[in-house]
């Protein structure tokens, strides 16, 4: 029989490709928006395989509605925060994902929203559209430099370091702070670990690369805000929910940090009116980090990858649930 296949949207055209040449019974959610919830229980019930985004919620219910002949989730994205990865093991369920091939076009866009967020691009540019350039002015949108701050990365995984090999070229002192000590980090690239509070205490520059899971919840809340120089820039490429955005928003309105650079809010997407988005010192951009042309097409083949193993009973060539089946 040929396995059932939803894909809850449309994939860069060479992933669809490969779908469509595959042996599959193809159901492909056509609008631009994600499938309600309730029209995802409908319509992946029977499936086989769940080719998944980040904005798709995956729990308990929705595994039940789909029954028990599903053999694989795979997600084009890294991160499976949307995922509810234990219903997903315990129902031997093997959940695939896309590390690895987005960390450059992350850390690309990291660097660019530190240097975006100091250098204060947006509020200069928009100065600059609605006729407030006046004439050149010596202390005119002055910010911080990123040559020579102190940088504290938060998660020095993959995109942490992708991120860290970059800031070797801006002559930073560069900090971390990691689940695990990582001692290549600290030979090649000069990285000193230190605790949170330290790195919150001394760096100019926050970079939070961390998953978002019940550990990393509010990692960055008002105490940890508090710790902050009044100097220091917080940039979030990661989740919304590593940060108390109420907190933040207090912290950029009055003062207590200078500016905060962000690619991912709570919620997505974040209401126009968000008291955030009120603020000059916020540099905010929609969830783009890594929406570059070759980044995306490279997800979606991996995710492809890992949906036809999962249909044919392979191990996934990248597994956010390893343990699967192990019992
Ligand atoms: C994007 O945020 C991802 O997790 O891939």
Redesign the pocket.
């Known amino acids: 029989m040929v396995p059932k296949v939803f894909v809850t949207r449309r994939l860069p055209e060479p992933a669809m490709e490969r779908l469509r040449a595959a042996d599959v019974a193809l159901d492909i959610w056509p609008e631009a928006g994600p499938p309600p919830y309730e029209v995802l229980l409908q319509r992946a019930a029977g499936v086989h395989g769940l080719l998944t985004l980040?904005t798709d919620r995956v729990d308990a219910p929705l595994l039940d509605a789909i029954g028990p002949q599903l053999r694989v989730i795979s997600?084009?994205?890294?991160?499976?925060?949307n995922i509810d990865l234990d219903a997903c093991t315990a129902r031997g369920i093997p959940v695939g994902?896309?590390p690895g091939v987005?960390s450059d076009a992350?850390a690309d866009l990291t660097i660019g929203l530190m240097i975006a967020t100091a250098r204060r691009f947006f509020e200069a540019a928009a100065d600059m559209r609605a006729g407030r350039w006046g004439a050149w002015s010596p202390m005119g949108w002055v910010g911080p430099d990123l040559y020579g701050s102190t940088v504290g990365i938060v998660g020095l995984g993959r995109i942490g370091m992708a991120v860290a090999r970059r800031l070797q070229g801006f002559g930073v002192t560069l900090l971390y702070h990691n689940r695990h000590r990582r001692p290549e980090a600290e030979a090649t690239l000069a990285a000193r670990y230190v605790s949170l509070p330290e790195l919150l205490e001394t760096s100019d520059f926050v970079s939070l690369h961390c998953p978002y899971t019940p550990e990393t919840h509010h990692l960055i809340d008002a105490q940890a805000l508090a710790r902050m120089k009044p100097t220091a820039i917080l940039i979030n490429?990661?989740?919304g929910g590593v940060v108390d955005q109420d907190a933040l928003v207090d912290a950029l309105r009055t003062g207590q940090i200078r500016a905060a650079g962000l690619d991912?809010f709570t919620p997505e997407p974040l209401p126009p009116d968000h008291p955030l988005l009120q603020l000059p010192n916020v540099t905010a951009l929609p969830?783009i980090?890594?929406a570059s042309i070759a980044t995306r097409i490279r997800?979606a083949q991996m995710a492809v990858d890992n949906l036809l193993a999962g249909l044919e009973g392979r191990p996934l060539p990248h597994c956010a649930n390893p343990h699967v089946g192990a019992s």
């Open positions: 980040l997600q084009m994205a890294v991160g499976v925060d994902h896309t987005l992350v490429t990661a989740r991912v969830h980090g890594s997800m």
